[in-house]
């Protein structure tokens, strides 16, 4: 009882600054407020899988139908005295749902909280002022000793973000990882390099001299491409250098991106 008797003094007392600043999005610290006049029984995070507050810049959370991947990670303590997550960084792709399948292999409990690393430090600040605090918010797990827990997690923004334990000194003892999530395909493919030798609008074809198509796995030739828009021919001139994009469509060769 205590800490909900202290969850909710702490959300009338920082309803205002701590929550509007980015700790979760403005639409929670609403629901928090709003609860208040009929839930004590309301722990702090219940009650909003629901709305779409749950949208934070990391992502939202996901459903287990769409996971593409799931990673294990554990949460435990060193025999040199730190706290650790194993691993303790993450490279996801861009659209990637996420299992996160969380052991807490040590001996003290630990938490998993994941967010952009500005929201990770208010959250921090927090704990360390109510340490009491429990969070049983989508994009996070608490786990005892020798307990396991599930989060489902779904990266729609590319961006560096942060996983951490906030319980008080686990920070600091290093319970923190890194997460990068990057967009997919954009970084693949590389322009190629060549020149035009004759455009025929009326057939809508383009003869191109070209370095060898990496993404095609076609060496350095002349070839006749098809464009993908009508208007990148209006752009090409013979003897033009240019630098294209080209892939199959349709099973037909064609420019699908030039400058
Ligand atoms: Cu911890």
Redesign the pocket.
Known sequence: MNTKILTTTFLIALSGPVFASGLHTGGHAVTHTDDETHASGHAHGQGHADNMHDELAVGMPGSIDNVTRTVEII?KETDDGD?IFEPAALDIKEGETIRFEIKNTGE????FVLDDVAAIMEHKAVMDKFPEMEHDDPNSARLAPGEEGEVIWSFTNTGSFEFA?L?PG?YESG?RGDVVVEAVGSADIEYTKGTVKKVNIKSGKVTIIHEELTNLGMPAMTMVFRVAEADMLEKMNAGDEIQFIADRVKGKLTVIQMK
Do not use: A, R, Y
Not at 108 to 111: A, Q, R
């Open positions: 949460m706290m003290l409990d630990h938490e334990c319980i686990h319970m």
